[in-house]
């Protein structure tokens, strides 16, 4: 099990960012998508960004500022077993 994983917005995050390989994901999107407040959002965001799980990506569009998130290979690598981990705890492995 990972432990950083397996926290419930966390898991949606992740869930999320996995879903569009690739593409990072806005700020209001992942909001969105997880039913998450922004301070909550935000710092689920800066733990999987410290554990090199995902990249953080600030910049600007039409002159106003934007997040966007994007699974790193490390968090791919992490969902991955963190998924298998679960499926085989639910078949009784």
């Known amino acids: ?9 966390r898991l949606k995050i992740m869930a999320a960012l996995t879903a569009t390989p690739g593409e990072p994901l806005e700020f209001k999107r992942l909001k969105a998508a997880t039913d ?42 992490a969902f991955a077993n963190h998924v298998d981990y679960l499926g085989k705890l639910l078949r009784g492995i």
């Open 1 to 9: 099990m990972d432990e950083i994983i397996h926290q419930p917005l």
């Open 36 to 77: 998450a407040t922004d301070g909550n959002l935000g710092r689920q965001l800066q733990t999987l960004a410290e554990a090199g799980y995902i990249t953080v990506i600030k910049d600007y569009a039409n002159n106003r500022p934007r997040t966007r998130a994007q699974l790193t290979p490390t968090g791919e690598s």
